[in-house]
């Protein structure tokens, strides 16, 4: 009898073990799928970024309304951007291309923005300089040149590291944490692209 006593305990204990381990594993295994669908959203949200963001953009509207309302005289900004072929930097690469409206021989800034989604599932954008920039000069108008570009030729940047989310009407982006002096918040639309503080609100055209 005692012995028999003795066998339903072991077996009731080893059942209880069995439920334990076997609940322990489906609550990982589910973690593991909640975690998969969260960076298969990301990715997704980063295609939609990566479709939105190629154009060209200027300010030309914001210097008008500047100079109506009595402001001092600005010349107006344009921004180029084009996806480009650099996978040793990032999936998702573009060359971006800033000047002055009208004058193609004034070029303020050229800069490769790299968007990859970090370890916390979210989409972050470097910021990269290059070591030789009149080769890359235009380069928006020819993104074969990038199937040049090697280590060598790419810098680290100044710029912030971004965080994208999407919003209802395209996506918004903020400084990650220790990475700006200032805060830099954007915006992107189909309509327009919005950075920094003033803030330079560029149309798409």
């Known amino acids: 009898m005692v012995e028999a006593t003795a066998g339903r305990r072991a077996r009731r204990h080893r059942s209880g073990l069995g ?25 997704t949200e980063l295609e939609q970024l990566a479709t939105l963001l190629p154009g060209r953009y200027d300010n030309q509207e914001q210097v008008e309304e500047r100079r109506a309302s009595g402001g001092a005289s600005e010349v107006a900004l344009e921004l180029n951007t084009v996806r480009i072929y650099a996978p040793f930097v990032a999936e998702h690469v573009f060359y971006a291309q800033e000047g002055i409206v009208g004058d193609p021989r004034r070029i303020l800034s050229q800069r490769l923005l790299a968007f990859e989604i970090d370890k916390d599932d979210r989409i972050v954008q470097r910021t990269l300089g290059l070591a ?28 912030c590291a971004l965080e994208w989310r999407i919003e209802a009407d395209g996506f918004s982006a903020r400084a990650l944490p220790g990475t700006c002096r200032v805060q830099a918040d954007s915006r992107l639309t189909q309509a327009a692209f919005t950075s920094g503080e003033p803030p330079l609100q560029l149309r798409r055209r």
């Not at 439920?19 to 990715?43: N, P, S, V």
């Not at 030789?132 to 710029?159: C, I, S, T």
């Open 19 to 43: 439920l334990i381990l076997r609940t322990a594993t489906l609550a990982a295994l589910a973690l593991l799928g909640g975690c998969a669908t969260d960076t298969r959203l990301r990715e």
């Open 132 to 159: 030789d920039p009149e080769r890359w000069r235009n380069g928006h108008a020819n993104p074969n040149l990038f199937k040049a570009l090697m280590y060598q030729d790419v810098q680290p940047g100044a710029g």
